[in-house]
């Protein structure tokens, strides 16, 4: 097989979010699932924790391109092109024949670390003393694993990702509360020196945002009344990131908010166990 290479069974498992592009939540054992490569796959949708993984196994290394659908309409960040290749260990190349100019890795699914450091410190600036701290993010990729080291008052905030240019919007909590300037926009730009070949974090935790509020009727497209227990909010749609998405009922109303730090069109989805309330999405002109 030209440019393709026999491997041994080789477990892929890639992570995704159940949601479609309209923001509805789905049951990722519903999803469709279509894998397309240089080797036919099985390939099934599994759950680990709160997160969600498309698993299949293959001997053959090459680019596989991942579609996922619910009812015929994709999910979010799908399509995906995975690319299995040979590995090395520590004695070197393994005795298998080569071809390196298939086995390229593709440096837009290389994942590269990403570090910044922030003072541990809480709303009014008292110094945070625990290490209970919980962080959450926003941006051009789903990320997965986040971790927090707390160290001589200060906190450095790792995680890995395959974007090389493009913002992030990581939230710090302490014991459920926003910490110090918390959220803040990572911005990610390459850098300069061809010869260091990685990419640059700069962290603005000066940013103003602000903070969208609008009120709906809370009922379904049926008149039935929601059930405030199952609500949710996706901010579908926008001219910037957003962040901190809420909805609460108030009586027969539901208040939905979120913040950012552009003004323009916003395509705002409201669910109630995953499906869309009366007139949702909602269009936002500000």
Do not use: C
């Amino acid at each position: 097989l030209k440019g393709m290479t026999t491997v041994s069974e080789t477990l892929v498992e890639f992570p995704f979010e159940p949601k479609t592009v309209s923001g509805a939540i789905v049951n990722y054992q519903d999803i469709e699932i279509r894998v397309d490569g240089p080797s036919q796959v099985a390939a099934s949708a599994i759950k680990r924790g709160n997160e969600h993984f498309i698993s299949f196994v293959t001997t053959v290394t090459g680019d596989y391109k991942i579609t996922l659908k619910h009812n015929g309409e994709g999910l979010v960040r799908t399509p995906v092109t995975v690319t299995v290749k040979l590995q090395q260990d520590d004695d070197g190349p393994t005795n298998r024949d080569i071809d390196e100019s298939a086995l390229a890795e593709d440096p837009s699914s290389k994942k590269h670390p990403v570090r910044f450091q922030v003072d541990a410190k809480d709303k009014q600036g008292n110094p945070i003393h625990g290490h209970e701290f919980v962080a959450e993010i926003a941006g051009p990729e789903a990320i997965h694993g986040i971790e927090i080291n707390a160290e001589g008052g200060k906190l450095l905030i790792t995680f890995e990702t395959t974007v090389t240019s493009g913002e992030f919007v990581v939230g710090i909590k302490y014991k459920g509360e926003h910490i110090f300037r918390s959220p803040y926009t990572v911005t990610l730009t390459k850098s300069n020196d061809t010869e260091k070949k990685e990419e640059v974090a700069t962290l603005d935790p000066e940013d103003d945002y602000r903070t969208i509020q609008f009120k709906v009727d809370g009922r379904m497209n049926d008149g039935s009344p929601v059930n405030s227990h199952n609500l949710a909010v996706n901010v579908d749609h926008g001219p910037d990131v957003t962040w901190d998405p809420k909805v609460v009922q108030e009586g027969s109303q539901l208040l939905v908010s979120f913040k950012t730090r552009t003004l323009g069109n916003y395509t705002v989805s409201v669910l109630n166990q995953g499906a869309h309330i009366a007139g949702s999405p909602f269009n936002l002109q500000m």
